[in-house]
């Protein structure tokens, strides 16, 4: 179970300004559909829970993601709210160049709540997958997510990624205190090493782990480095800690790669595969997306993902991923060694 907004996404037909770009392509944006749709194509059935407008935006929105597999069903259409969209420019986010314009307030998605989304609907898989991202929309999105990590008997693993967008914030002090909040509340915790330091003014792994001892897996994704991992130990006050390096990408767009991650993360996980497995999985399907210029990268059928993501530790860390190969092995062509 994937809950969040996703919206419509332009993008810019060449790179410049806004004001300069003449025309733009249009596609799918959102951190929990992106995640639900890579699940999908990896074989597993995933149901994406939201609400759009009932208006045409909202028919490609839901259109795109249930071709890739996804059940809609519980995506609701709001006959009196819109469904956001945004348009970017070409430049990655951290380029100065980079714009990103947001239609987004009082979307049909921010209308979110504990009212309309019922928590056995959200709670009826394996694995619930929630982003900072939709606290951010709304008190009442809020709200719902704080409902949804709020521990208790029976519910299903309970992953959050923190993606903390700091044009949804308009208070960081906020920002910190909700964040961490449902942080701690989830079984399943994905923080990225910068916005980890931004937003929550943690640095470094051990930092964010001193912080956020509560979930049982904590990944800490440290960027072109790589990513680590803390586990507990059952029935310990310990933790297992697992550090995989990212293999080398030749970088198209950064634009998704975090969902990727996510989605490749939760992949392993599902099929129950050791941490350092999990890690290598994350790390492919983010170099996948790396390598592509939207926020969806193809990704691997089951038959393929199911095959180790290398060969050992050490020929994983020699990989090198470029554009057009996003399920590397140890025979593609696209991977090198160095």
Request: a positive charge; one cysteine or more.
């Amino acid at each position: 179970m994937c809950l969040g907004e996703s919206m419509v996404a332009f993008l810019p037909s060449r790179p410049g300004r806004l004001a300069d770009v003449p025309s733009f392509t249009r596609a799918v944006g959102g951190a929990e559909s992106n995640v639900a749709c890579a699940l999908a194509a990896a074989g597993h059935r995933v149901r994406w829970i939201s609400r759009v407008g009932a208006d045409g935006f909202g028919d490609h929105l839901v259109a795109a993601v249930a071709a890739y597999g996804v059940d809609v069903s519980r995506v609701r259409r709001d006959p009196h709210r819109p469904t956001g969209v945004y348009f970017r420019t070409a430049a990655d986010r951290g380029d100065a160049a980079h714009e990103v314009v947001y239609h987004r307030a009082g979307s049909a998605a921010s209308a979110m709540s504990v009212r309309n989304v019922p928590y056995e609907e959200a709670a009826a898989g394996r694995v619930l997958h929630l982003t900072g991202i939709t606290a951010a929309l709304s008190p009442e999105c809020r709200a719902l997510v704080a409902a949804l990590t709020a521990r208790r008997p029976g519910r299903p693993l309970v992953s959050f990624d923190l993606n903390h967008r700091p044009s949804l914030w308009p208070c960081p002090a906020t920002a910190r205190r909700v964040l961490l909040d449902l942080a701690r509340g989830a079984d399943l915790v994905f923080a990225g090493e910068d916005e980890a330091a931004r937003a929550l003014g943690l640095r470094g792994p051990a930092a964010v782990r001193e912080a956020l001892p509560e979930p049982d897996v904590l990944v800490v994704k440290e960027g072109a480095k790589g990513a680590t991992l803390f586990a507990r130990v059952p029935g310990s006050a310990r933790d297992v800690r697992v550090f995989v390096p990212a293999p080398r990408v030749d970088v198209v767009s950064y634009s998704g790669a975090g969902d990727a991650f996510a989605a490749g993360f939760l992949d392993a996980t599902l099929r129950g595969l050791p941490f350092a497995e999990r890690l290598r999985y994350g790390h492919r399907a983010a170099a996948a997306a790396l390598a592509a210029p939207g926020d969806l990268a193809p990704a691997a059928g089951p038959a393929r993902a199911a095959r180790p993501a290398a060969p050992d530790d050490a020929g994983w860390g020699r990989l090198r991923l470029g554009p057009g190969a996003p399920d590397p092995g140890p025979d593609d062509e696209e991977v090198r060694t160095r």
